[in-house]
């Protein structure tokens, strides 16, 4: 089977001992070697994580039972509420050209030029389907590093650029796995233009976002002040 290399994410975990000592952890997602298993954990995760992100208004998301295919087929399919199916793809954002792996991938990132770089890599995959496809088609894209982890400022420019693009799918989203089952996800398209009204990109061309390595944290422990 096909391998597939991943980056470090995870969480950072405080556990809290009754004598009130404090125990730090960072807690790594452990993602499958083989790349049809890696994108199976994100298809569920995805699945999983979106229902929750949901829940509280008391609705559930409209995806479910994601089943993966053969190759040289769509990923997965996917079933909607109303029994029919659909069609799943998956596109992880890791440029790692630009760094050569992930472990040097930089702390920071210029969301301006990462939101252009991930919409490119949405419309080079809309290129595939450019004619009838019979089916709903939903793209979620992932990532597997914590220095990729969007920011507020990268999700809306990324729906921005979107917005400027004719594409063949239903919808786009950008999901961050953290935990098994669970993480942050985003829909990246469609999306209301009116939630958009007055942004300016250009805004963002020279702004920078630093992500924390949570390989790195210390907990230090001290008084409390008086």
């Known amino acids: 089977m096909a391998k597939k290399p991943t980056g470090t994410i995870g969480i950072n975990r405080v556990d ?3 004598d009130g000592d404090a125990i730090h952890t960072f ?4 993602f499958p070697p083989e790349k049809d298993a890696i994108e199976m954990l994100i298809a ?3 699945v999983t994580s979106m ?3 949901v829940a509280p208004t008391g609705m559930l998301w409209f995806m479910s039972e994601p089943t993966q295919n053969t190759e040289n087929d769509f990923d997965f ?6 029994g029919n199916t659909a069609w799943l793809e998956l596109i992880e954002i890791a440029p790692l050209e630009l760094f050569g792996g992930f472990d040097h991938v930089p702390a920071d990132f ?3 030029d990462l939101a252009k770089i991930i919409t490119a890599k949405i419309m080079k995959k809309a290129v595939h389907y450019s004619g009838k496809l019979g089916k709903e088609l939903y793209l979620p894209t992932y990532i597997t590093h914590w220095g990729f982890i969007p920011s507020t400022s990268l999700i809306n420019l990324v729906c921005y650029f979107l917005i400027q693009e004719n594409h063949p799918f239903d919808g786009v989203y950008l ?3 953290f935990q098994p089952g669970a993480g942050e996800g985003n829909v990246l398209a469609p999306i209301d233009p009116k939630f958009l009204a007055g942004f ?16 790195k944290v210390t907990l230090i422990k001290g008084q409390p002040s008086e």
């Open 110 to 112: 210029k969301p301006y």
């Open 200 to 215: 300016n990109p250009e805004q963002f061309k020279d702004n920078r976002v630093y992500n924390m390595d949570p390989t």
């Open 16 to 18: 809290i001992h009754l």
């Open 27 to 30: 807690v790594k997602l452990d």
């Open 77 to 82: 399919t996917i079933t909607l509420p109303n």
């Open 175 to 177: 999901y961050a796995p």
């Open 44 to 46: 569920q995760d995805f």
């Open 51 to 53: 229902n929750a992100k």
